[in-house]
């Protein structure tokens, strides 16, 4: 994975999207998940496990967004449009979906498309929420 | 072709998330959050020990959908879930899948993590086209 510059957290907002950043996914990079995880790898051959290409669209997002202390990993959604193949190049491009302050919470959705030339092949969406610092105004909402 | 019938549950899966899980999952998912981990951020967080992560969480149930649907699940699976509850290390996962209903050759299963003690880590829904 390429490392594109990093951006604060609190300069985002609804609707910018982050540089594309090139994945390309090895057979050591896929043993390592499965090692980790405890699936049974032989099933996988030269194929990529779906959910371990959506924890690298959000080690993607992880890489180019400075994420405060005490985020809160909310929800994930994820679609795979066909099988992804150990060692495909791939670009993956995540847009800032929704950015809000509620109560003093921030709350916000990550989506990531990951693409093999013009070809969708995954999509995904995180939601997150960092929660109010300690004494902080929580009335106001903001976008 | 006739699609074939979903089944209305799926076996399910279950694994311990110790210490060295994480651990080891954090480097292959590139996810280095220190609260993941025994660090002195995971002891001093809203927690007090480390909580394993969500995806490491969600990996079960992508498994569970794997041995059950095959390559289905990587056609054409989707997933929408939320975390109800951290996964405080260390802790045995259960995933589970259970048919809600199937239209049009896709099938959607109401799914779920949870702990040794039943408790939902996480839940929503799964949908996988059949042919």
Redesign the interface.
């Known amino acids: ?1 390429t490392s594109p510059t990093r951006f604060a957290f609190d300069t985002l907002s609804r609707g910018d999207v982050l540089p594309t950043v090139d994945l390309t996914i090895t057979h050591d ?1 896929v043993r ?2 499965l ?5 049974p790898a032989a ?1 996988w051959g030269e ?1 990529v ?4 290409l ?3 669209m ?2 993607t997002l ?2 180019q967004v400075e ?1 405060p ?2 985020v ?13 193949r150990i060692g495909e190049a791939l670009t993956v491009t995540v847009t800032v979906s929704s950015y809000a302050v509620r109560r003093g919470a921030l709350m916000a959705a990550f989506d990531a498309e990951a693409r093999a030339g013009d070809e969708v092949v995954a999509t995904s969406r995180a ?1 997150v929420l960092v ?1 109010p610092p300690e004494g902080a105004d929580t009335e106001g909402n903001a976008e | 072709m006739t699609a074939p019938t979903p089944a209305p549950t799926i076996e399910p899966v279950t694994r311990l998330i110790d210490q060295p899980r994480v651990d080891h999952y954090a480097v292959a998912a590139r996810d280095p959050n220190p609260i993941h981990r025994e660090t002195p951020e995971a002891y001093a967080g809203p927690f007090g020990r480390p909580v394993a992560h969500g995806m490491l969480v969600l990996a079960l149930l992508s498994e569970a959908m794997t041995n059950a649907c095959g390559e289905a699940w990587e056609r054409g699976g989707s997933l929408k879930v939320r975390w109800r509850q951290p996964a405080l290390v260390p802790v045995e996962v259960t995933a589970r899948a259970t048919l809600r209903s199937e239209s049009d050759g896709v099938a959607t299963y109401d799914v779920m993590c949870e702990d040794a003690a039943g408790e939902a880590l996480l839940t929503g829904t799964a949908s996988v086209r059949l042919a």
Do not use: C, K, N
Request: proline fraction near 10%; hydrophobic fraction near 35%; aromatic fraction near 2%.
């Open positions: 994975m990079d390592a998940y090692e980790a995880t405890g699936e099933r194929r496990p779906p959910v371990m959506s924890a690298l959000l080690a992880l890489g994420i202390a005490g809160m990993h909310t929800g994930q959604e994820h679609e795979s449009r066909r099988p992804v939601s929660p």
